[in-house]
């Protein structure tokens, strides 16, 4: 039987675009006519997902999957962190939640998953052609070498040809190339079948001296020099540019508050899809400005981020457009927060309990049960009812509502809250079928005496599709192909 290829891409640092590159790469792939299915070891992020069959995972590769053209499957994410404070995060393996763990408890312990990691990629490698794996961070952390199981651990354990790829656009790629490669040791240097300069600007035949010497250096072929290509596919957590948008230059304004611990943001670059709607992130009173509606998104602290809401005064300016007229929504740990209170007696969310904003006549008690499942609704709530929904819970804590709900659940149950215009549910991707997005688009139009642009040319998926399409194009254009697949074939 024919052995599964496989071919990882690792980066110089975090935010090198690897998992956009990963994303091209599996669009190629399947575009070539192979069975493709992405893998990453161990992710890091609070943008997660919940499988058909109610299992979490990284929304990388996710994204990953549906540039391949796959079903997402936790397999193709064995390991999820989300980080919970700046030194400990919930672990979750096989989309299960394993627990809290410090940074210092998890090094010790990590090694212990190598046997649910290679089950999970042995998986997909029986059911695919090509596997396409994304490192983390850099492979030159040499204080983490002993322990790895994501970058050249994980490369040595399945046999992996490695792409090591700089970021251009931050300065410094020769250095970042040469110097990553320097700190690897000879057998992990073998590894290396290609470098790559992702994120170019400007003339390469003004690139070229720099790469040849680069080659000449470290041995190793540039198999390609990728330009910033400007496509909008959704982007791994806080490294967002995303959230880096503060300026609006369409007619709506959308104001997101940019919790500490914001998950889930990429719910929101679907209403940037609308021409109608700009979206921007905020994290000041005075960035918030008047918007003309404002997002309280998820968070993996929920408490947390409501104490930080209200130390820095935020709390008091969202009461105070609330007064105003400005229409709100929350969205799971965002709903929670627009509540009266907060209980935690488990101490899922460190304990105690907390008054909410008290926007919403709704009550939540954490516990450490966390709920995920995938839901098709209809919304319920006036002047959107009739929106049809297709998206995920994940969230802890049950919330007793005391007004009337939000949306309906296929299954009759209720779910969220309202009060005048002011709006919570528990729903992700609840604009992921564009149903919503144009409802919203017209209530606000409205409310702001101006023309609404009711056609949206695409839907989500479409538009999604069309994007993975524009980076497999400029990938293509860019990449030493021949000798990508020759890596795959074990010609190094």
């Not at 596997?131 to 850099?138: C, L, P, Q």
């Not at 929101?268 to 960035?287: A, C, I, N, Q, W």
Request: net charge negative; aromatic share 6%; hydrophobic share 40%.
């Amino acid at each position: 039987m024919k052995k599964t290829r496989c071919i990882m891409v690792q980066g110089t640092m975090s935010g090198a675009g690897k998992s956009l590159l990963c994303a091209g790469l599996c669009r190629i792939f399947a575009q070539d006519g192979y069975r493709v299915a992405p893998f990453k070891s161990q992710n890091m992020a609070l943008n997660s997902y919940v499988t058909k069959d109610g299992l979490e995972m990284g929304r990388a590769q996710v994204v990953q999957a549906q540039a391949a053209g796959k079903e997402p499957d936790v397999r193709m994410n064995p390991i999820l962190l989300k980080p919970c404070s700046d030194t400990g995060s919930q672990v979750i393996v096989n989309g299960e939640v394993r627990g809290q763990m410090s940074a210092a408890a998890y090094f010790g312990m990590k090694k212990t998953l190598i046997p649910d990691i290679l089950e999970a990629y042995n998986g997909l490698a029986q059911e695919n052609d090509i596997i396409v794996i994304e490192g983390a961070g850099s492979p030159a952390e040499i204080n983490l070498r002993e322990n790895d199981i994501v970058n050249m651990g994980l490369a040595e354990l399945v046999d992996a040809p490695v792409l090591l790829a700089g970021d251009i656009d931050r300065g410094g790629v020769f250095a970042q190339l040469y110097g990553t490669v320097a700190l690897l040791t000879p057998q992990e240097q073998a590894r290396i079948g290609g470098l790559l300069i992702n994120k170019f600007r400007g003339d390469e035949a003004i690139l070229r001296p720099g790469l040849t010497m680069l080659e000449e250096k470290t041995g190793i072929p540039v198999l390609g020099v990728v330009p910033y290509l400007r496509v909008d596919i959704d982007d791994e957590d806080s490294l967002s540019s995303r959230l880096e948008q503060n300026k609006v230059k369409k007619p709506l304004d959308v104001a997101v508050i940019r919790l500490p611990r914001v998950s889930n943001f990429t719910d929101f670059s679907l209403l940037d899809e609308h021409p109608m709607m700009g979206v921007r992130y905020v994290s000041t009173v005075k960035e918030l400005g008047v918007p003309d509606l404002l997002i309280l998104p998820g968070t993996k602290s929920t408490i947390g981020d409501l104490l930080w809401l209200r130390q820095n005064g935020l709390e008091t300016a969202i009461c105070k457009l609330v007064s105003q007229g400005v229409p709100v929504l929350g969205i799971c740990g965002g709903y929670q927060m627009l509540g009266q209170t907060l209980c935690d007696p488990s101490g899922s969310e460190g304990g105690g309990s907390c008054r909410g904003l008290g926007l919403l006549p709704v009550d939540t008690v954490f516990s450490s049960q966390k709920r995920r499942t995938r839901v098709q609704a209809v919304v319920t709530a006036v002047p959107f009812a009739g929106a049809q929904l297709d998206g995920y819970e994940i969230h802890t804590g049950q919330t007793q509502v005391h007004g009337p709900a939000f949306c309906r659940l296929e299954n009759g149950q209720e779910d969220g809250c309202v009060s005048g215009h002011v709006f919570g549910t528990y729903l992700h991707g609840l604009f992921d079928t564009g149903a919503l997005t144009q409802k919203l688009a017209a209530y606000l139009c409205a409310r702001k005496g101006i023309d609404c642009e009711q056609a949206l040319t695409l839907t989500h998926a479409a538009y999604q599709e069309e994007q993975f399409d524009q980076l497999a194009e400029g990938m293509r254009k860019a990449l030493n192909l021949k000798a990508i697949y020759a890596m795959m074939e074990g010609k190094r």
